[in-house]
């Protein structure tokens, strides 16, 4: 908080604690007999009320008289804040604060920090003068990644009024060309995100430091979905291959050294894959062709240079199958197919295969920890009971979940659903169905969570951006 407000609120915090038995504040007069020094303190009386008496402070044994002494001024009208919109998270690194003018304000406080707390975690404040109501960030304030919140107080000479509403948040993303696939570390230390673009690298973004570093792939290949491994050692991620020396299968990213370990071509040359998920013993599933290219359905290996071992679960059913997510203790994977209304579940280590049948087509797909509830986007987002086959469908905020393989995740206690929309990003609660809260989003691709459960992290393919939010 800067000095002029902390000098301002020191000043209202004084006149306060002196008023009188009036009802307005307003004296007829200072009265005195001689001059202002001595060691007693200053007081001020008047037909309205009385004044502050200081206990410490240069006082008279005499003072100043006069015949028309003016009270205190009534605090600045309400207003609100109007830009950044609460929940923005596409914010610039300079943005423009603006809100609505309060009447009878002389100047506006504006803070932005990080916390609600305010004071020490303070990283701007700025004095405006009215009638201005607006106000740029100057560079090299903010960070991306970061949630900041922010006020404003209207001040005049006697008292404040703070905007309606206040504080907001808002973050500035991470910029990541094409960003796609995406997946926290468990240590949170880092996000690991696929470059859905020709010859794309995999990016490493430094939560600490907020700072986004590359790893070529090597082959001309588009990276598109990710997981990384339970160890947090390595990740594995999709390729689509753009033209020669492309790969159609995985690569292969040791976390460790920060380097590319290689990449595995796919049994069938002429796949599309996209997601992918680890098991809890290190294998990885991901939705795919068969061998021959001539069915559909859900291959396993090991993402092991030279030695994969693929084995293939057939869906009987052409209609793509599209995002998957590992139960947590590895025994069943559930997949969704993007042209018909099927879930199918495969069974390990029999490799049977059964599904559900949804309201529509679905996207992405996650599992709650404790392995008894899915939540799947489709025209709704529904809540599976993974033991019965039941569902619940719940109606987003003026919002549909949006057609991203990778949609959907769950916090690590299981409480939480984040869904990527059509329009918006949306949290919803496990525990009564209900909306937690929505904000605007209208590019959102891929999503995953923190491993405290606090941030969710989206990415937005469209813009090259990935996006932090906090979790409510």
Known sequence: MSATRLGLLGALALFAAGCGGGSDNTGTGNTGTGNSTGTGGQVVTGTGGTGALGTGGDTATGGVTGTGGTGATSAPGPFSLQSPLQGSSAQPLTPQLSWETAEGAATYAVEIATSTAFGTSDVFQQIVDAPATTLTVPTATLAPGVIYYWRVSAQNGSDYTIATGAPQWFSSPYLVLGAHGIGATPDGQRLVVASEVSSGPIALVDLAGHTVTTIDTGVNSEPIGIAIAPDGQEAVATLLTTGTNGVNGAVVVDLVNNV?????????????????????????????????????????????????????????????????????????????????????????????????????????????PDGTKAVVAESTLDVVDVGTGAVTPITLTGDTPGGDFHNVAITPDGKVAVVAGTTSVQFVSLVDDSVLASYPASTGTSVATSPDGTLAYMTDKGNGWVRVLPIP
């Open 260 to 368: 590319v370990e290689g990449t595995i071509a796919d049994p069938c040359v002429g796949t599309t894959l996209g997601d992918i998920a680890y098991f809890p013993n290190g294998a990885a599933a991901m939705p795919d062709l068969s061998p021959g290219c001539a069915a559909m359905g859900l291959s396993t290996f090991d993402p092991v240079l030279n030695n994969p071992q693929f084995a293939f679960a057939n869906f009987s059913d052409t209609n793509d199958p599209y995002g998957v997510a590992v139960g947590p203790d590895g025994t069943f994977a559930l997949v969704t197919m993007e042209l018909d209304k099927q879930l199918y579940r495969v069974d390990f280590p029999s490799g049977t295969v059964s599904h559900i049948t949804l309201s529509s087509s679905s996207a992405g797909v996650a599992i709650t």
